[in-house]
């Protein structure tokens, strides 16, 4: 079962509240785009993965699905558990239901560990790993075939993605920018089965091209 309106309604004034702050800066963020060295500072950028499902294969059941996920990247943000910027998962609704989070128990929210909104710093740490991973879990109560999308927006910066490569419990898919809003990636899960995911994102650095 999709999300309730009221979360959907809480995540949409939460999403609309980043998408205007960044838009009021669109014209300097068009240039860094251009001008960005992506060595010490990455871009804003923010991704969607939606994940969706006829339970058991049978086209005569409502799809079920799950489609408000975002991963990325923006100033302000920092590599831990950020209340402006990480949203919990809300709970599961009545039904047949399919899920898709990113678990951080190490954050040790009082009201869960899984969160449908997971963003970073844009500062890499590490300048020799230019590599951040996210990991992500896909549940449902439902078994079938699933369908996991991406989609990115038009008034955010993808510049420093050199490559992006998805493991999908233990299949690996190295995924080009440019195909990301056209992929379909086929998932078979189980009742209740936990389908491990993980996102790694190489970052360029202009300095060494």
């Not at 549940?139 to 955010?156: K, M, Q, R």
């Amino acid at each position: 079962m999709k999300k309730s309106i009221f979360w959907r309604y809480i995540f949409f004034i939460h999403f609309l509240v980043i998408s205007c702050n960044e838009e009021s800066n669109s014209t300097s963020q068009s240039t860094d785009c251009e001008e960005e060295a992506c060595t010490l500072s990455l871009n804003n950028f923010l991704i969607n993965l939606s994940i969706s499902m006829n339970p058991y294969d049978n086209e005569n059941i409502d799809e079920i699905s799950d489609f408000e996920n975002y991963f990325g990247i923006l100033d302000g943000a920092t590599d831990g558990y950020d209340s402006e910027y990480d949203i919990l998962e809300p709970p599961s609704g009545v039904g047949n239901w399919i899920n898709l989070y990113f678990p951080h128990p190490e954050w040790n929210h009082n009201l869960g560990d899984n969160f449908t909104q997971d963003i970073r710093d844009s500062i890499l740490l590490n300048q020799q790993d230019r590599t951040i991973t996210w990991d992500f879990n896909i549940e449902s109560n439902a078994s079938g075939t699933a369908t996991l999308n991406f989609n990115i927006f038009e008034n955010y910066c993808y510049n420093c993605i050199e490559s992006i490569e998805l493991d999908v419990d233990g299949n690996t898919y190295l995924i080009p920018l440019y195909e990301l809003n056209e992929l379909d990636i086929l998932i078979s899960i189980g009742n209740y089965d936990i389908v491990s995911c993980s996102l790694v994102v190489t970052f360029l650095d202009f300095n060494a091209i």
